[in-house]
């Protein structure tokens, strides 16, 4: 049985950092992107990003690229989200998904995670 399992969510101010996890079980992804999305209240779930097993990184430029870094451990099977300068725009359940697989701007994946809230508010 595939498991995602995220951790690292919480509160946290306006200008500030989070480190999400997601530890995956059950098999591994070798070959194969993981990656990062998040939906907000009133909103479609939305692309963050994705790390190929080799590590290059794919990002969605409007919102993230600069501010967040996505990484993996691939003897450890665990994926990461390092999240700076924290906007309140970006207060959303953030889900781990893996294999991602994309065409054009359209990312989708089988297998998620149950997500992890992070709430950026003074």
């Known amino acids: 049985q595939v498991q995602l399992v995220e951790s690292g969510g919480g509160l946290v101010q306006p200008g500030g950092s989070l480190r999400l996890s997601c530890a995956a079980s059950?098999?591994?992804?070798?070959?194969?992107?993981m990656g990062w999305f998040r939906q907000a209240p009133g909103k479609e779930r939305e692309f963050v990003a994705a790390?190929?097993?080799?590590?290059?990184?794919?990002y969605d430029s409007d919102s993230v690229k600069g501010r967040f870094t996505i990484s993996r451990d691939n003897a450890k099977n665990t994926l990461y989200l390092q999240m700076n300068s924290l906007k309140p725009e970006d207060t959303a359940v953030y889900y781990c998904?893996?294999?991602?697989?994309?065409?054009?701007?359209?990312?989708?994946?089988?297998?998620w995670g149950q997500g992890t809230q992070v709430t950026v508010s003074s």
């Open positions: 998904a893996a294999p991602i697989v994309s065409s054009g701007t359209y990312y989708r994946a089988d297998y």
């Open positions: 059950g098999r591994t992804f070798s070959g194969y992107r």
């Open positions: 790390v190929s097993w080799s590590g290059i990184t794919t």
